[in-house]
């Protein structure tokens, strides 16, 4: 799929050639707008949409997946559109939204729906929905537009979507002393021990990733909170961990250890590949 969209980059035209499904026999409707949805792993959605140019069903394509040298019909879409899934994934639109999208023109009951064959029909306005649904999509970047929030949130209102900001305000916080020096003999020592600050969790280093600006910088998180302790005790810093925001935000937010955290971190990984 790189390279597919490498060379559309570039303008070059790009075709594929796509299982017909259960659209076995008869032919595609000449230019019928053609969607390519994934449905297996993450990220689940369209990735693509073109036009089948003839709609002319084809045999000559080897399915090695069925009894050796069969056949299946197929069809060759040229692409107008397309991104890479597993490379740009917030690019893709999600089976939640194309789901949306086919119950609001009354096309299926929604369900989070896969498509259950290749093939599958879809109205022409649907069709024109989704195509303009992508579009908007690759334009916007990683943020969703206005229009999808609107419509994954059916509560949510045109006032919902501003809100005034900026006014000063005066705050008065009761709050647990923090020391400090101590943070900066932790990060020190740690940096002549090891010479990075590497998040004990992940791994994460500041300077590697954004040279000099990230140099010497990491967080600290005290295994016992400051909000729980009774009352004014001595910290060591052995008691403080250095790790990256990321992190120091998810080991608050679960309370979590830091030996929690990495079994958590490597479980998600291997479920990810």
């Given amino acids: 799929m790189n390279q597919i969209v ?49 709609g002319e069903l084809l045999d000559d394509w080897k399915n090695w997946g069925k009894a050796q040298g069969g056949k299946v019909p197929h069809v060759e879409i040229e692409l107008e559109k397309a ?36 093939g599958t029909p879809i109205r022409d306005q649907t069709a024109d929905q989704l195509r303009a649904l992508f579009d908007a999509r690759q334009n916007a970047g990683s943020i969703p537009t206005t229009q999808e929030m609107r419509d994954l949130d059916p509560y949510l209102e045109p006032k919902d979507l501003a809100a005034p900001e900026g006014r000063l305000l005066w705050k008065i916080h009761l709050e647990r002393e923090r020391n400090p020096a101590l943070v900066k003999k932790k990060k020190r020592t740690v940096l002549r021990a090891t010479g990075s600050l590497a998040c004990e969790v992940c791994g994460f280093d500041f300077f590697k990733t954004y040279g000099q600006l990230g140099r010497e910088f990491a967080e600290c998180h005290h295994r016992t909170p400051l909000s729980l302790l009774a009352g004014i005790r001595d910290t060591r810093l052995e008691d403080l961990d250095i790790v990256c925001a990321n992190c120091h935000r998810m080991l608050h937010r679960g309370k979590l250890t830091i030996a929690e955290l990495q079994n958590l971190l490597e479980a998600q990984n291997l479920n990810c590949n």
Avoid: C
């Fill in 83 to 118: 991104i890479n899934p597993d490379t740009q994934p917030e690019q893709v639109i999600s089976l939640q939204l194309f789901s949306l999208q086919l119950f609001k023109e009354r096309h299926y009951p929604y369900n989070e729906w896969n498509p259950p064959a290749s």
């Fill in 6 to 54: 490498q060379d559309m980059a570039t303008g070059q035209p790009a075709a594929i050639v796509w299982n017909a499904g259960i659209r076995s026999k008869t032919p595609f409707p000449p230019g019928s707008r053609a969607f390519m949805v994934r449905t297996g792993k993450e990220p689940r959605g369209v990735f693509a949409y073109g036009s089948i140019p003839t």
